[in-house]
C-alpha cells in the first residue's frame, strides 16, 4: 500500500501536477537566504573552529556571532548560553537527563509534550527520579493552578511547552514558570513549533532552558540548540572535547550554526507578518471546508498548527486517502507516524473522536489558492471515504 502511495505521489510530481504541502510542523524547505550564510563554511570557510590557527579563529569567530544572533533573537543577549545541538529532540535529551535531578527527587512534564520528553522522564524513572505528569484542559491548555497541585519542596524540574506540535495551542508559560520557580525548580520550555509564530523572550517568558529545532523554521535538519539561562547546573550531554563550554564534545558543525542563527534571526523578525498571511491562509482553508471541526479553535493557539476532527473516517486513512489526492498532511507529529494509536495530546485532551483527526499545518509558501484547493480535496475525500463500506471508521463514530 505504501509504494502503492509513493508511486502515485511520484507520478503527481514527475507529472508536474503539483502536490499541496500541509506538513509544516514535520519540516520546512531550507529558505535561500539561510542556504546562502551556510554555503561559505562548506568551502572556502570550512576551517575547524577548535584550531588554533588564524583561519580556525576565523571559523571560531563565525561561530560566536552566530551563537550572539540566536541569543539575541531569543532576546537572551545579556542572560545565558547557547549549546548548538543536532536538533529538538536532543536538546530535551540533555535539559532533562543532563540536570542533575537525583534519585527521590521530582520532576514534573505535561501530558501533551513530545515523544522525546516522555521517553527522557522514562529514563529518568530508570534512575529513581519521581515524575508527575499535568492534563491539560479540555481546550489543551496546561493551567497553572494544575502544576501547583503537584509541586512540592523536592520538584527540581518541570517542562512544559510553548507551542503544542499537535492543536498548537500556547501555553501561559510564564505563570507556569512563575509557579515551578515559587518552588524552587528550574523550568524547561521545548519551543520547537514557536519560533515563526510567536515572539519569544526568554527574559519575559523567565525560562531557565528552551529549545528550538531549525527544520521547523526552515532551516537544514539536524540543528539547534538549547538555551541555558547563567548559573543554571548542566551536566555534559556528549563526552568528549571542551566543545560547547565542555556539555557537547564533538567538532561544531559551523555551516548548520550560521544556517540556524540566520533562519532564526528571520523567523523572530517577521512573526507579525507570517502570523497575519498564516490567518488568512488557515481562515480560507476552514471556510471552504464543508466537513470538520477544528480542536481547540477557541483557545489561545498558533494558527500555523489545525488539528481537525472528520467524524465517521478514521484519521489515518483520512491521511493517505488524501496524499494519493495531491494533499500532504499527518495524523500527528512525524516522530510517531507509524502509530496506530492517535496523538498523546488529543488523548489526554479527552477529544472524544481523536481518531478521526487529522493535523494540517502551514507555511509560508502555502497561497490562499492553494489553502482553499486543498480543502476541496479534504471535502471530496471525506465525502468518498464516508459512502465507501470500508472506511475504517470503526469504533470512533
Ligand atoms: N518538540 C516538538 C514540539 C516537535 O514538534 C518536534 C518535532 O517534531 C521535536 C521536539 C523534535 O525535534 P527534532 O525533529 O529536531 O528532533
Known amino acids: 500500500m505504501i509504494i502503492g502511495i509513493c508511486a502515485e505521489a511520484e507520478r503527481k510530481i ?8 500541509l506538513d509544516y510542523a514535520a519540516t520546512t524547505p531550507v529558505a535561500a537566504e539561510v542556504i546562502a550564510a551556510a554555503m561559505p563554511y562548506f568551502g572556502a570557510s570550512f576551517y575547524n573552529p577548535s584550531s588554533l590557527h588564524m583561519m580556525g579563529q576565523m571559523s571560531s569567530m563565525s561561530l560566536r556571532q552566530a551563537r550572539r544572533k540566536c541569543l539575541s533573537a531569543i532576546n537572551g543577549h545579556d542572560s545565558g548560553n547557547i549549546i548548538f545541538t543536532s536538533g529538538g529532540t536532543e536538546a530535551i535529551n540533555q535539559a532533562i537527563k543532563c540536570s542533575y535531578v537525583k534519585s527521590g527527587e521530582h520532576i514534573v512534564i505535561s501530558a501533551i509534550e513530545h515523544d522525546a520528553v516522555f521517553a527522557c522522564a522514562e529514563k529518568m524513572k530508570e534512575r529513581g527520579v519521581i515524575v508527575d505528569v499535568v492534563d491539560p484542559t479540555a481546550n489543551g491548555i496546561i493551567e497553572p493552578s494544575e502544576l501547583k497541585k503537584v509541586m512540592c519542596p523536592q520538584t527540581k524540574l518541570v517542562c512544559v511547552m510553548l507551542v503544542n506540535n499537535i492543536v498548537g495551542t500556547i501555553q501561559p508559560i510564564k505563570v507556569l514558570a512563575e509557579v515551578a520557580h515559587e518552588y524552587g525548580a528550574l523550568f524547561f520550555t521545548d519551543a520547537v513549533q514557536a519560533v515563526n509564530s510567536i515572539d519569544i523572550n526568554v527574559k519575559d517568558l523567565n525560562v531557565d ?36 563550554s565542555g556539555l557537547r564534545g564533538g567538532t561544531v558543525d559551523v555551516p548548520s550554526a550560521m544556517a540556524l542563527a540566520t533562519a532564526i534571526t528571520m523567523a523572530q523578525n517577521n512573526v507579525e507578518q507570517y502570523n497575519e498571511k498564516i490567518l488568512e491562509v488557515t481562515n480560507a482553508f476552514v471556510a471552504a471546508l464543508n466537513c470538520g471541526e477544528v480542536i481547540a479553535k477557541n483557545s489561545n493557539k498558533s494558527n500555523d498548527i489545525l488539528s481537525i476532527a472528520f467524524d465517521g473516517v478514521n484519521g489515518g486513512r483520512l491521511a493517505v486517502a488524501l496524499s494519493v489526492a495531491g494533499v500532504c498532511c499527518s495524523v500527528g507529529s512525524a516522530c510517531s507516524a507509524g502509530s496506530a494509536v492517535p496523538p498523546q495530546t488529543l488523548l489526554a485532551m479527552r477529544v472524544k473522536n481523536a481518531e478521526s483527526c487529522v493535523r494540517f499545518s502551514f507555511g509560508s509558501p502555502v497561497t490562499v489558492k492553494q489553502a482553499i484547493e486543498a480543502a476541496e480535496t479534504v471535502n471530496e475525500t471525506v465525502a468518498k471515504l464516508k459512502s465507501s463500506s470500508d472506511n475504517g471508521s470503526e469504533g470512533n463514530k
Open 209 to 244: 532552558m528552551l529549545c528550538v529545532s531549525g527544520h521547523k523554521f526552515y532551516a537544514p535538519k539536524g540543528s539547534g540548540f538549547l538555551y541555558v539561562k547563567n548559573g543554571v547546573q548542566l551536566g555534559s550531554f556528549i563526552d568528549g572535547g571542551s566543545q560547547e
Open 14 to 21: 514527475m507529472s508536474n501536477n503539483s502536490l499541496i504541502y
